[in-house]
């Protein structure tokens, strides 16, 4: 046997007897989760539910699956050792999963695919999605393009006007985008839009939502179609180093690319996990969107999990730099994993997570997204206090493209010129 396949062999996931596997029937992980929606919607979720298990079982699904996210979407990403950023922090090796990769620039495209087969196999017609910056948007804009569905974006109106490129992406690519003007026309406002049309139009209508949240069975079927990062990332791992990393660290927006990173690796006693969320400006109302930091546990768009909100339950205003991590609640597997020990969680504010985009930039030609900007700074906080020998793999979940004229803004603000 090569030291490669021994190395395989040995870090075989541990079986599964004995511990229960999660979320529970109901939805539940541990006392977070769970399915709190108005009765209209029961009947989608019960039929999707049903779907997606019956379709995860079916290997021709799965086969599809693999084949598309190949084909078109350019998996596998690669795993990158980057050698010039680690030997500036003069730590430990900083490696990095390439989501930035893929086709439309995140890890978001994975989840689009996998629930737009799923639509198609239980016979819709039409996608329907939420979108805060419009990655999400695109990422199903483009999936309905390629499979043949008429495909509607839900976007708070405030939205539509910063986003403008991304609209017309949208627009493009053939979706109609409806600008919501209701409550303060961001995000939030659009995931209520979006489930009050499906409640309507289920029949021949698919919600394609973004990320490892809302409603049983959204959170675990986005986790297993995103659980693809990780399950590439710790067989790459073993090939190129015969063991696997001593910590991981992913940017935590709503969850998904972070869960998809962490769930393959949960039962790796020896492997250390780091949610990163947005500590924006600073940890006080409406300054910052670190859940975990400065939430507590309530119920938001279906799920039970943390959110900030205040002590009468309304929600509170939440800050970032980067969009894509700028709301008010988490995915229910994250804050089970956070409540069992499992997953550390940290957050970086707007200059950090700035900082990192440069640093990154500079040493490796590498732009990323401005949320995994967070995640990289935090790699590199780490990195410092570890042996040269260790090793640490960062989750860049997406390239910076589309950031570069809002970061080209803020340092002019600042009159920092390059
Ligand atoms: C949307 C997005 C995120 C945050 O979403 P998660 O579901 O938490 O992964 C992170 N990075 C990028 C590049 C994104 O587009």
Redesign the pocket.
């Known amino acids: 046997m090569s030291r490669e396949s021994a190395a395989v062999e040995k870090h075989r996931e541990a079986p599964r007897k004995g511990s229960p596997s999660l979320p529970d029937y109901r939805g539940y992980f541990g006392e977070f989760g769970g399915r709190f929606v108005s009765e209209t919607l029961m009947p989608a979720l019960l039929e999707l539910e049903e779907a997606f298990r019956s379709a995860w079982r079916d290997s021709s699904f799965r086969k599809e699956f693999y084949g598309m996210l190949a084909e078109y979407s350019g998996r596998p990403t690669p795993l990158y050792l980057a050698e010039s950023l680690s030997r500036e922090m003069g730590g430990a090796r900083i490696w990095l999963k390439r989501?930035?990769l893929n086709h439309t620039?995140?890890?978001?495209i994975t989840n689009a695919v996998g629930q737009a087969l799923l639509a198609r196999r239980m016979g819709k017609s039409r996608l329907i999605a939420e979108t805060?910056?419009g990655?999400?948007g695109v990422a199903t804009a483009t999936v309905a393009a390629k499979l043949g569905f008429s495909c509607q974006i839900y976007m708070g109106s405030e939205d539509v006007r910063r986003q403008a490129l991304n609209v017309f992406r949208m627009k493009l690519l053939g979706a109609t985008v409806s600008p919501v003007d209701l409550g303060g026309r961001t995000l939030k406002d659009a995931i209520s839009e979006a489930l009050r049309d499906w409640s309507r139009t289920v029949g021949e209508t698919h919600y394609l939502l973004?990320?490892?949240?809302g409603p049983h069975p959204f959170p675990l079927m986005?986790r297993t179609f995103?659980s693809v990062i990780g399950q590439e990332a710790r067989r790459q791992f073993l090939r190129r180093v015969g063991a696997l990393p001593e910590a991981l660290v992913?940017?935590?927006?709503?969850?998904?690319?972070?869960i998809?990173l962490f769930h393959p690796f949960v039962k790796d006693a020896g492997v250390r996990m780091y949610g990163v969320e947005a500590g924006g400006i600073s940890i006080s109302p409406g300054l910052h969107a670190a859940r975990f930091a400065g939430g507590s546990v309530g119920v938001l768009q279906g799920t039970r999990t943390y959110v900030l909100q205040n002590p009468d339950g309304q929600i509170e205003n939440t800050h970032s730099v980067?969009a894509?991590?700028d709301y008010s609640a988490v995915?229910p597997e994250l804050a089970y994993y956070r409540n069992a020990g499992r997953i550390v969680f940290d957050s970086v504010g707007d200059d950090e997570a700035l900082e990192a985009f440069r640093t990154l930039s500079r040493t490796e030609g590498i732009i990323p997204?401005l949320?995994?900007s967070h995640a990289v700074a935090y790699a590199l906080r780490l990195a410092r206090t570890l042996p040269r020998e260790s090793n640490i793999l960062v989750n860049l979940?997406?390239?910076g493209d589309k950031d570069v004229m809002e970061v080209s803004r803020i340092l002019e603000g600042k009159g920092e010129r390059l």
Do not use: I, Y
């Open positions: 989501e930035d620039g995140a890890h978001k805060g910056a990655q999400h973004g990320t490892a949240f986005v995103q992913a940017c935590v927006g709503g969850g998904s690319n972070a998809g980067s894509g991590l995915g997204a949320e995994s979940s997406g390239r």
